[in-house]
């Protein structure tokens, strides 16, 4: 069965530093993966999907993250964090060929200034 | 994502009541799906419709039903509502073709709370 780990509960950056935010995942096959974001109060925004092609996707606000196959991560990253970038982050995968998506627990991101 | 709506929003009930999730989407969009949401549990998925006459259970549908009456319309089900029911929960819609394959949108959350 497909399943998705994000280790950290909580990670804390401050305003114009790196960030990451880590994913790995179980799934047979090749997986689609995705990262969602939730704001307070509000349903879960689409980020980025990997579907096949360059291991490197790139998303919305600037974010991108690195399929990275061997590993089975899938990594959130954003060069220069903003303070409007805290939130909930969700990772998601999907088998191939399939429309369910298998979420991970979720990671809080807060960016201090 | 103002394209697909939920009502109500938030919603206060007592334990054996009936009680029903509504959840309408502009996106035309044949795919619909149900979640829960619980602090440190992620998202996990209720029911699922392909189609209209296609519904399928999630991994956690017990104590759930839902009613899938037309395209845009997916409702969910409590017939008898318990605490641990306790939760929020989404509906998000997606499309099996084109840029957005195997996206989901999703609408606002209603927050249910069981007493």
């Known amino acids: 069965a497909q399943s998705v780990a994000q280790p950290e509960d909580q990670v804390n950056v401050a305003e114009g530093n790196p960030l990451t935010v880590k994913c790995t995942y179980s799934?047979?096959?090749?997986?689609?993966l995705f990262w969602y974001v939730q704001y307070p109060n509000r349903g879960l925004q689409f980020l980025l999907k990997?579907?096949?092609?360059?291991?490197l996707v790139k998303g919305s606000y600037g974010f991108e993250a690195e399929f990275n196959k061997s590993q089975t991560s899938f990594h959130l990253k954003k060069p220069s964090a903003l303070v409007s970038d805290s939130a909930l982050y969700f990772c998601?995968?999907?088998?191939?060929?399939?429309?369910?998506?298998?979420f991970g627990t979720g990671t809080r991101l807060l960016v201090s200034p | 994502d103002a394209d697909v709506t939920q009502t109500p929003r938030n919603r206060i009930t007592k334990t054996g009541k009936r009680i029903m999730l509504e959840c309408s989407q502009t996106k035309g969009h044949d795919r619909m799906y149900w979640y829960r949401q619980d602090p440190g549990l992620g998202l996990r998925l209720i029911y699922y419709?392909?189609?209209?006459?296609?519904?399928n259970k999630g991994e956690i549908s017990d104590g759930y039903s839902v009613s899938r009456q037309a395209q845009a319309k997916f409702s969910l089900s409590l017939e008898s509502a318990i605490p641990n029911q306790t939760a929020l929960y989404f509906c998000?819609?997606?499309?099996?073709?084109?840029?957005?394959?195997?996206?989901?949108?999703f609408g606002p959350g209603t927050r249910l709370t069981v007493l």
């Open positions: 990997y579907i096949t092609g360059d291991n």
């Open positions: 998000a819609t997606s499309d099996p073709s084109g840029t957005h394959y195997n996206e989901q949108f």
């Open positions: 799934v047979s096959g090749n997986p689609y």
């Open positions: 419709s392909f189609d209209v006459k296609d519904i």
């Open positions: 998601a995968v999907s088998p191939t060929g399939f429309q369910k998506l298998v």
